[in-house]
């Protein structure tokens, strides 16, 4: 006899299949193999000892202060931790529950609700000469050889855009900004590259979305969240995917000092209020993705946490995009000019991955095909 510890298993059916557990038995040991964390801000006192004695009643447990038992103060934060098993089970329970658990047994439910997007590669190409990385700004003819290359590469979607976003941009005309993408939205027209990869407009601009819509992208990257109803219209009438990015201030203010009293909570609001925008307006979950804006209007910290509890953003039902690359945050956690920032850029992508992102934006597609095929192998 000989026993040893496995790792994290992405695919736990599958390992109970290969061992031979009965059909019947896989799916019930399965969601006891998951072990889930919940941080619940603001519990009300009495919610926090009810789900207390519930989550123990079932082998799970809810961290709480000390001083919930004796009421000292009206609410206190807590963390719920169980398999996944315990959490359908207190999901169900907790709905005839007073005191605010009845919202907190739905919120749970969204989290329980299966969700498979395949894993995907956005490369990154620049029509401008002022973005903060020189290794993806192309325009006219080389912008189509990068294009090919790309595709080359093992590209899923590739984002072009002509007006830089980094922090202090200068903003530009929409005249201007279209002189800079119309060549390259005609060859791609003309070329019928559409037929080979899916093409993003990373722009805000109604006119320059419209025109790039027409000449056969089909998906809208908004750093403004969707904030003018006309981008989400014109991605409904093409049909088009709608990227809807988080970022406190805009790309002149957005980096002086941001601030949140909890960036994982004002993002979610954002996000809920956003979607709801977009569905009222025709656009459906499944034409949404969802990206936290990594290092727009963010500390490290924040940049940090939204990474490490990305997993939490899956609960909308949306696709969710990262989009860290070779970015400054990188540079703050160990000193690093932009050109060798791609190790530090493979290790937060693939722990984005990890915790539930499905798109990658990049500037280096190769790398992060190989990289993201080694990953998979590993799970």
């Given at each position: ?12 059916k599958?390992?109970l ?8 038995g ?79 047994a ?84 003309s ?48 049909d ?24 994982m ?15 009222a ?49 990188i ?27 499905n ?19 590993l799970?």
């Open positions: 006899m000989y026993l040893y510890r496995l790792g994290e298993m992405a695919d736990k599958a390992a299949k290969r061992l031979g557990v009965e059909s019947g896989i799916a019930i040991m399965a969601k006891k193999m998951e072990l889930l964390y919940f941080y619940i801000k603001d519990l009300k006192t009495p919610a926090a000892n009810i789900l207390k004695q519930d989550a123990l009643s079932i082998g799970a447990e809810l961290a709480v202060p000390g001083g919930v038992i004796t009421c000292e103060k009206p609410s206190y934060d807590c963390i719920l931790i169980g398999t996944r098993k315990h959490m359908e089970i207190l999901s169900r329970k907790e709905l005839a529950q007073p005191f605010g658990l009845k919202e907190v739905k919120t749970l439910q969204s989290f329980l609700k299966p969700r498979t997007y395949p894993l995907q590669i956005m490369g990154v190409l620049n029509a401008n000469e002022d973005s903060f990385y020189g290794g993806s700004r192309f325009q006219g003819a080389e912008a189509i050889a990068r294009i090919e290359q790309m595709i080359e590469e093992g590209v899923d979607i590739i984002d072009i855009g002509a007006v830089s976003s980094r922090p202090g941009a200068e903003p530009v005309s929409p005249q201007e900004e279209l002189a800079r993408i119309k060549p390259i939205c005609d060859l791609i027209a070329e019928r590259l559409y037929e080979k990869v899916t093409f993003s407009i990373d722009s805000y601009t109604p006119e320059l979305i419209a025109y790039a819509l027409q000449s056969g992208f089909g998906v809208v990257n908004d750093i403004t969240g969707a904030s003018d109803e006309r981008v989400i219209e014109l991605a409904r009438k093409h088009a995917k709608l990227c809807i990015m988080h970022m406190q201030g805009t790309p002149q203010t957005m980096q002086q000092n941001p601030r949140y009293d909890d960036v909570v004002e993002v979610d609001r954002f996000f809920e209020e956003r979607i709801a925008k977009c569905e307006l025709g656009l459906e979950r499944g034409q949404l993705i969802l990206d936290v804006g990594i290092g727009f209007g963010k500390t490290l910290e924040h940049n940090l946490t939204l990474i490490k509890n990305l997993c939490h953003f899956t609960r909308f039902g949306c696709e969710v995009l990262i989009g860290a690359s070779r970015k400054s945050m540079d703050k956690i160990i000193p690093t000019p932009t050109e060798q920032r791609l190790p530090g850029t493979l290790s937060l992508h693939l722990k984005a991955v990890e915790n539930g992102a798109i990658v934006r990049c500037h280096d597609v190769a790398e992060h095909k190989q990289a993201l095929a080694v990953w998979e192998a799970r």
